[in-house]
């Protein structure tokens, strides 16, 4: 009878966590006419012309992209190869391993619980993982061995330090400091995915046993923090990772193609990874990491580059931003929250046309002025595997251009498409 309480209570205690239903009642994006939201068909065209182009070219395989203004998609199209080596063309729903893109996800997950009081922004990460309590910065490293020494941190990391990329961790095989590459490694730490039956949980635990690029706070190094929180997510909701995003975001946002690991009637359309041998796109394999890894029943939930989406789905996480933290009545956010993410939250630590937000970097003043880049308040990111995004706040644009490859690639659609997008808008 007591656990049947405890059940009762915990499914209670979950349906009042769950995202709120909202006053406002934006509807999800649905395919609408350029003319009709403000923007050029003909200059649209040209965005075609040029994607067309790069892929007959040879300096892409495959593409798929997406532009949406005020809800409605106006653009959405598929080009070239899903897998060369195959023949198996690129279709509008491919699912692409987003990397990187995860992050924006996970510190959206991270700030519903913010919401809910379950925690402070600059609480110490050590209050909920014990391991980060002695924190440690590099000192020596001996390049023979790996061996290192450290010295005490002054500060402890904070949850907005690792959502912020101010923590000091570093990012292993993908770390500009070839020490952290091998310190990383030496210690068997997964950066990203893995197909291996390991929890986040137990990764995490010896990650914060290793030492810091820098003091906690005053720098700014791409770091595997966010996934950390995923790790934290887990905690602090009493929910697996995987199904907390399930139930919270992906569900409410109709989200129904983004998984850490497809189910296997969805595998087939996995794009392939591809890269340039001579002229010819062949897919691509690396044994530091299992590059099918969506395909795998694995365990692993990464919140830092775990997850593989589609350009649509993608888009409705955007929109939601936009809608200012709501989509088709149902609100993850609340718009004061999101106007938080979305402003400057590492002072000066970076000095130019790009400010730091809570997992997006958005374009500010000057860098509006600068042209390219979309209005101020422009924000976005991108993935290891090639994909990029942005959304503009003052126009309701969204641009999302998804690419799958590796290696040395003449690849220049991403700039390209951002650049254009912003010309297209004839209101």
Known sequence: MKNLAAHLLLLYSL?????????????????????AQGMSQERLD?????????????NLPGAVALIARNGKIVFHKAYGMANTEKGEEMEKDAIFRIASQTKAITATAVMMLWEEGKFKLD??????????????ILDTFNEADSTYTTKPAENQITIRDLITHTSGIGYGMIDGDARFRKIYAKAGIIDAFTSEKIRIGENIKKLATLPLHHEPGEAWTYSEGLDVLGYFIEIVSGMPFD??????IFEPLQMNDTYFYLPKEKADRLVAVQYKDGNKWKRFET??????????????????????????????FLQMYLNGGELNGKRLLSRTTVNSILSNQIGTIWDGGKD??????????????????????????????NTQ??????ENVIGIIMKQTQGPVNDDTGWKFRQMVSTTIDD
């Open 46 to 58: 040209k965005i075609d012309l040029m994607l067309s182009s790069e892929i007959s070219k040879g």
């Open 243 to 248: 199904a907390f995003l399930r139930t919270r």
């Open 287 to 316: 044994p530091v990491f299992d590059i099918d890894y969506p395909n795998s029943p694995g365990t692993f939930f990464s919140g830092g580059a775990g997850l593989s989406s589609t350009a649509r789905d993608y888009a409705n």
């Open 389 to 394: 995004y942005f959304a503009d706040p003052k």
């Open 15 to 35: 349906c009042l966590a769950a995202q709120t239903n909202s006053i406002q009642n934006s509807p999800t994006l649905t395919e609408g006419t350029p003319s």
């Open 123 to 136: 609480d110490p990460i050590s209050k909920y993982i014990p391991q980060f309590e002695a924190a440690q």
């Open 356 to 385: 730091y937000g809570l997992a997006f970097e958005i374009v500010n003043k000057k860098g509006a002025m600068a042209g390219g880049e979309g209005s101020e308040g422009t924000f976005s990111w991108g993935g290891y595997f």
